[in-house]
């Protein structure tokens, strides 16, 4: 099969000064993407900033001989997101990929954590992650063509001590993408989600320095071009670190039908092993599905 290959297409990530996205960065401009290396370069808990790491990825880009631009906006900052896409319109005429993978941490249990610092962790994955995307939006509706990567976390999806508020943001944008898929199917537009772990400034105090040298972002980085590409699949959870590759899904027990005459509490808890029991756990693709099966097993118990 052909090499997967980027010329024509335009790329915006986010967060891409360092880390992560640096490395997402460079290999789509590597392979023909011409790409708006986005990051406000501030601290690890958000604070501070400016557009010099932006800046030095785009000179490692143009060095490679590849095309890029820098932009240091927020990617919570509606202006500044404005200005991001504006920058790739006016440069390139099209936007065909978003990587929204800005991210920041405010780490504390539950008990010690300010809401400010709930909401800002919020503000930066969640809301930075729907800003961009709603400003690409129309812009690949019209095209009929866009792939859109957000970056989710384990954290999100299994819990992490010290990260509700992250969890929260990223297990968001799962639910973000997962109506997006639905919605831009028609037009053409793949949303996805990757779920990295790597060795960055993120991770280095978390993890023994063994493990980290196994997790280079650069593992992470095939996995995330490979869904920014024309062969995408579309609502996948990717996970990836260290060289592997797997899914996540949610999936929902077969559950049983207790009727609606005389249903007590009781009966959920006499039930509660069948209602858990994994046999026939399905993942399904869209909401009405549920509903679906409570109906089949009504009718199914009714008919019996
Ligand atoms: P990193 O700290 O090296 O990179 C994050 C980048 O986002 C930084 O360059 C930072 O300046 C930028 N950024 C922060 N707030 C921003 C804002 N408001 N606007 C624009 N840019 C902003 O960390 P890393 O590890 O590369 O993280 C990348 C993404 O991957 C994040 O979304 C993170 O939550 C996610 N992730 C990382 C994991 C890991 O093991 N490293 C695990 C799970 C998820």
């Known amino acids: 099969m052909a090499d997967i290959r980027f010329e024509n297409r335009v790329a915006i990530v986010t967060g891409a000064g360092g880390g992560l996205g640096r490395q997402h960065a460079l290999e789509l401009a590597r392979r023909g993407a011409k790409v708006v290396v986005n990051d406000l370069g501030g601290s690890v808990d958000g604070s501070g900033g400016g557009s010099e790491a932006a800046m030095k990825v785009v000179e490692e880009i143009k060095a490679a001989g590849g095309e890029a631009i820098a932009n240091g906006s927020s990617v ?136 980290l040298e196994r997790l280079k972002p650069e593992y992470v980085t095939p996995g995330v071009v490979y869904l920014c590409s024309e062969e995408a699949p579309t609502g996948t959870i990717l996970t990836a670190g260290a060289g592997a590759f797997a899914v996540a899904r949610i999936y929902e027990t077969e559950g049983v039908y207790l009727g609606d005459k005389g249903l007590s509490v009781e009966e959920v808890r006499d039930n509660w092993t069948k209602i858990t029991d994994p046999a026939g756990q399905q993942a399904y693709q869209m909401a009405g599905e549920q509903s679906q099966k409570f109906f089949r097993k009504m009718q199914e118990t009714q008919g019996s």
């Open 76 to 211: 919570a900052d509606d202006a500044g997101v404005a200005h991001m896409v504006k920058q790739a319109m006016d440069q390139w005429g099209r936007i065909d990929i978003l990587v929204a993978n800005a991210g920041i941490l405010r780490d504390k249990t539950f008990a010690k954590m300010e809401l400010a610092d709930f909401e800002v962790v919020l503000d930066v994955h969640l809301m930075g992650t729907v800003k961009p995307a709603k400003a690409v939006w129309e812009i690949m509706r019209a095209q009929n063509y866009g792939r859109i990567v957000v970056t989710t976390s384990s954290s999100g999806m299994y819990g992490n001590f010290g990260q509700s508020n992250y969890g929260a943001a990223k297990l968001g944008v799962i639910g973000f993408m997962n109506t997006l898929r639905l919605e831009g199917q028609k037009n053409n537009i793949h949303v996805n989600a990757i779920s990295p772990v790597a060795a960055t400034r993120m991770t280095e105090n978390l993890m023994p320095p063994q493990m």
